[in-house]
């Protein structure tokens, strides 16, 4: 076991609304273009805004293949981008989705997200206090607190789904480090609860005002980790629920594609 990532460049990010925020540079069609990006173990491919797409990188959006996920159409299309840079490396010909994303959830989300089509297949050593995101070897163990995820199929092949006990009852629940709050499928829980209005929503629903059920300091479970965190409630119809990566209580931790683990660092 190792007891430090063998990383190449560390790279400092900043807490943005709903992200982890770090520095890039996406070249397409011979210009190169720096800026902050969200980045996201919660999406399946990286992520443009169709105005930045429009203004920025000169694309007719008319022109570009319209998205399917599971054979539905999302009101989105896709677009190859000519490279990615970020954390030292370069990722050529990155295929993004290109969505209405500002508009819909009214200007907090990022220009460009970066999700685990580039993410996928390696190691991330993140720390949330020292405020920095790490590639690392993913041949390695770096603790021996291990949280093995599985895996969905098709669009689902991606994300990091969790057995876990959340105060004695067995729940499923997707890990993330996209910034928010945790979510219990939704349900009732026999749980102490104080009600949060909020604006909140997602890319599907978009933005809007709510009154939710919020449960504090819940002994959360998974194998041999335990830890208490907070969630809120699920929509109605949401069988998974959702682990931000702030529940760690402060732990750094290294999240393993390769070997589909979370290991937590002392």
């Given at each position: 076991?190792?007891?430090?990532?063998?990383?190449?460049?560390?790279?400092?990010?900043?807490?943005?609304?709903?992200?982890?925020?770090?520095?890039?540079?996406?070249?397409?069609?011979?210009?190169?273009?720096?800026?902050?990006?969200?980045?996201?173990?919660?999406?399946?491919?990286?992520?443009?805004?169709?105005?930045?797409?429009?203004?920025?990188?000169?694309v007719?959006?008319?022109?570009?293949?319209p998205?399917?996920i599971?054979?539905?159409k999302?009101?989105?299309?896709?677009?190859?981008?000519?490279?990615?840079?970020?954390?030292?490396?370069?990722?050529?010909?990155?295929?993004?989705?290109?969505m209405?994303?500002?508009?819909?959830?009214?200007?907090?989300?990022?220009?460009?997200?970066?999700?685990?089509?580039?993410?996928?297949?390696?190691?991330?050593?993140?720390?949330?206090?020292?405020?920095?995101?790490?590639?690392?070897?993913?041949?390695?163990?770096?603790?021996?607190?291990?949280?093995?995820?599985?895996?969905?199929?098709?669009?689902?092949?991606?994300?990091m789904?969790?057995?876990?006990?959340?105060?004695?009852?067995?729940?499923?629940?997707?890990?993330?480090?996209d910034?928010?709050?945790?979510?219990?499928?939704?349900?009732?829980?026999?749980?102490?609860?104080?009600?949060?209005?909020?604006?909140?929503?997602?890319?599907?629903?978009?933005?809007?005002?709510?009154?939710?059920?919020?449960?504090?300091?819940?002994?959360?479970?998974?194998?041999?980790?335990?830890?208490?965190?907070?969630?809120?409630?699920?929509?109605?119809?949401?069988?998974?629920?959702?682990?931000?990566?702030?529940?760690?209580?402060?732990?750094?931790?290294?999240?393993?594609?390769?070997?589909?683990?979370?290991?937590?660092?002392?």
């Amino acid at each position: 076991m190792c007891a430090l990532p063998l990383c190449t460049v560390a790279s400092s990010f900043r807490y943005g609304a709903h992200f982890l925020m770090v520095d890039a540079t996406i070249h397409h069609k011979n210009v190169a273009h720096h800026l902050e990006v969200g980045l996201s173990t919660g999406m399946s491919h990286c992520l443009l805004d169709s105005t930045y797409v429009v203004d920025s990188l000169g694309v007719d959006i008319s022109q570009l293949k319209p998205s399917t996920i599971n054979g539905e159409k999302r009101g989105c299309c896709v677009l190859q981008l000519d490279s990615l840079e970020f954390c030292g490396e370069t990722y050529r010909k990155v295929w993004c989705l290109v969505m209405e994303t500002k508009r819909r959830l009214k200007g907090n989300m990022p220009r460009v997200v970066i999700g685990n089509n580039v993410l996928g297949g390696k190691a991330w050593r993140v720390d949330l206090k020292g405020q920095t995101f790490t590639p690392c070897s993913p041949k390695l163990h770096y603790s021996k607190t291990r949280l093995k995820w599985k895996t969905g199929s098709t669009y689902e092949s991606t994300m990091m789904f969790l057995k876990a006990k959340v105060g004695g009852r067995k729940v499923r629940l997707q890990f993330t480090m996209d910034l928010g709050k945790n979510i219990l499928p939704h349900g009732i829980y026999p749980f102490p609860s104080t009600a949060l209005t909020k604006e909140g929503g997602s890319l599907q629903r978009g933005i809007s005002e709510e009154t939710i059920p919020v449960y504090e300091g819940v002994t959360t479970e998974i194998g041999d980790f335990r830890f208490t965190t907070d969630y809120v409630l699920g929509y109605p119809g949401d069988e998974m629920g959702t682990l931000r990566a702030t529940a760690f209580e402060g732990h750094p931790f290294v999240v393993n594609y390769k070997k589909k683990l979370i290991e937590i660092l002392e």
